[in-house]
């Protein structure tokens, strides 16, 4: 029987490079759609009001675990070949847009009526309001809790190993099935999680207190 060494060590590791992987595909998606959606949340379009809180409260409503299964095993269903890296990709895109659309969503809302009724005073456009305005302000409120977002984002990758996809959690799988030591392993899975996480959460505290210090001037 093997024993857990430095050899399962570096595999374990370098399964890391495909949970950054897929989280960078997973924020970037997401953020891109996540963006779409707190506009439309924000927006004076009824059908896009209706839209996006239909996707919000789906998305946000269901277990993340439950949205891989359905995507992995529902598109064969489908007649659509898919593999792990698009069904895990696909649904983390999804379930991250449905949250940063609604954190992004109160930032631009928390953003005094003011400036949109002075924006408004200037005859800007509503596109032009959001672009020149509104957003450049609402980015900065939204910096902290995106940061902070991002490291569930990662954490949130160790859920597709039930479907195969060979991240940090699936690789710690398989060296526990052939050496049999799972405190050694899963400490060593837990501790790269750490590692990974730890840094941006204290990054987003020392955004959230910058930004505390500089609104009490």
């Known amino acids: 029987m093997r024993t857990f060494g430095f050899p399962e060590f570096l595999f374990i590791l370098e399964a890391a490079q495909w949970t950054l992987a897929l989280s960078a595909i997973a924020f ?22 209706f839209a996006s809180g239909v996707f919000i409260q789906v998305f946000q409503g269901t277990p993340l675990l439950l949205q891989l299964f359905l995507i992995f095993f529902g598109a064969p269903v489908l007649g659509m070949d898919i593999n792990p890296w698009v069904a895990a990709g696909a649904a983390l895109i999804l379930n991250s847009a449905a949250f940063l659309g609604e954190i ?5 809302q928390a953003i005094p009526r003011g400036q949109w009724e002075a924006a408004m005073a200037l005859n800007l456009s509503y596109t032009a309001r959001l672009r020149d305005v509104v957003l450049p302000q609402a ?9 902070g977002y991002v490291v569930q984002i990662i954490k949130g990758t160790s859920l597709a190993a039930i479907i195969g996809f060979t991240e940090i959690t699936r690789a710690g799988q398989i060296i526990n099935n052939a050496t049999f030591q799972p405190l050694e392993v899963f400490s060593t899975v837990a501790a790269l999680y750490f590692v990974i996480c730890w840094p941006l959460s204290l990054l987003a505290a020392h955004m959230e207190r910058r930004r505390a210090r500089a609104l009490a001037r």
């Open 28 to 49: 970037v998606g997401g953020a891109i759609l996540g963006l779409i959606v707190a506009l439309a949340r924000t927006s004076e379009n009824r059908a896009a009001l």
């Open 104 to 108: 992004w969503r109160g930032c631009i």
């Open 139 to 147: 980015f900065k409120i939204a910096l902290p809790p995106t940061v």
